[in-house]
């Protein structure tokens, strides 16, 4: 097992072994959004105070979801390279980044779509929202201090340092509408006791959810893979590879 991760850690080798699981991921991932988004959007009953208008939430709720743990996964990654200096994981911190923003934006649009019926308004200084979107800053000033920063090793280290710091906006996110008193409502899902949710409606979610988080899988590994060859581009193996491919 040791050996497998070993191995796995070393560019060459991580490159190959992600080209082989992509396509499986994706396929996954699409079949599981198409069961959510056909179960939820479709067969779903309409809610009994919302209507029709509940149905945003098989995609609202699995983009908050991916929000805060494409946020954890690009953190650890960056403390991993930090730390320990495996080049590896801080590709995955960078190639994170992006798709976490993009979550993250998704999550606020579709809330400010959602509320405007039913709160009347587009936008309030909820705390669940403003932490949300300080977390979508967050993510762009990963991005922006890698950018801004030439060498590499200086940049993974600056974007380490702002990626851990930002970790304590998780949990104010996700426990602000227990700690203060917001217009966002409370957990239905990751409730101690049964979902405040009927089973027709929850199970689609979880699909959607569980397809949200096999697609950033397979998304990230192909953009470590990119990544992977640009910081690689000088070494035998890539050289090699690219003979491979121009051949076919």
């Known amino acids: ?11 060459k080798h991580f490159y190959r072994i992600a080209g082989k699981w992509i396509p499986w991921l994706m396929a996954a991932a699409v079949i599981l959004i198409a069961l ?24 609202h709720v699995p983009a908050a979801w991916m929000s805060l743990f494409i946020y954890m996964v ?32 998704l999550a606020l649009v579709t809330g400010s779509i959602w509320g405007k019926p039913m709160w009347g308004t587009w936008w309030v200084w909820d705390a669940r929202l403003t932490s949300e979107l300080l977390l979508l800053f967050l993510y762009l000033g990963f991005m922006g201090l890698q950018a801004a920063i030439e060498d ?19 949990p104010i996110i996700h426990y602000s509408v227990e700690w203060w008193n ?16 009927h089973i027709s ?17 397979a998304t990230v590994l192909m953009r470590v893979r990119s990544l992977v060859l640009q910081q690689e581009r000088r070494s035998g193996w890539v050289r090699e590879l690219l003979r491979e491919e121009g051949v076919r």
């Open 1 to 11: 097992m040791w050996k497998f991760i070993h191995r796995l850690a070393s560019p």
């Open 36 to 59: 959510g988004f056909y179960g939820g959007l479709v067969k779903a009953p309409a809610d009994y105070q919302q209507g029709d208008s509940f149905r945003i939430i098989y995609l």
């Open 74 to 105: 690009m953190a650890t990654s960056a403390a991993i390279g930090l730390i320990w200096k495996i080049k590896l994981a801080d590709l995955f911190a960078t190639a994170s980044a992006p798709i976490g923003a993009s979550f993250t934006f």
């Open 152 to 170: 590499r090793r200086n940049a993974a280290r600056a974007g380490a340092v702002l990626a851990i710091v930002g970790v304590v906006n998780i």
């Open 182 to 197: 917001t217009l966002h409502q409370g957990p239905t899902v990751t409730r101690m006791d049964k979902p405040a949710m």
């Open 201 to 217: 409606m929850l199970i689609p979610l979880l699909q959607a959810a569980a397809g949200f988080q096999i697609y950033y899988f």
